[in-house]
């Protein structure tokens, strides 16, 4: 069996970086995953305040696009599946409902159903990486041995 999702409105939306469950990191509060990991984009200038502030996920995706913005050059092809990683941990480490319904999902393979993204979803034709789909899996895996190790000492977060 594989877990798709995409539309946050569908079953295992909250999987979606668009999904609205906020968290704070860095210092600061985020919306989503998605303001979060368009943000980092563009360290050191006022460019991740605004995108921080903006109202819905779309609106920051958008302006992470935005090649008129100085995207951090040298490292960002390096640096953006760890980003993504810690964005994605913290959301699911921040909500106990998502956390469950993530650990639920026990060991079957997630994909993001994404006919436009080839990188972190898998494409139209399937063929994509789905990158945040595996990161998914991964902070499945974090967070079961947590759990489990919390099960086992009775101290249940």
Sequence with gaps: MTIYFYSTREE?????????HGFELDGLYWSTSEHYFQAQKFVGTPHVEQI????????????????????RHQ????????????????????????RDILLSTNNVEIVENSPIDFYWGCGADGSGKNMLGKILMEVRDILHHTYRKDIDNKTIK
């Design 12 to 20: 295992y939306g909250c999987f979606s970086n668009f999904s609205s």
């Design 75 to 98: 490292d960002w092809e390096q640096v953006k599946d760890d980003i993504m990683r810690q964005a994605v941990l913290c959301k699911f480490q921040t909500h106990t409902d998502i």
């Design 52 to 71: 921080r502030l903006v109202k819905t996920p779309k609106d920051a995706a958008r302006m992470g696009r935005e090649r008129t913005r100085p995207l």
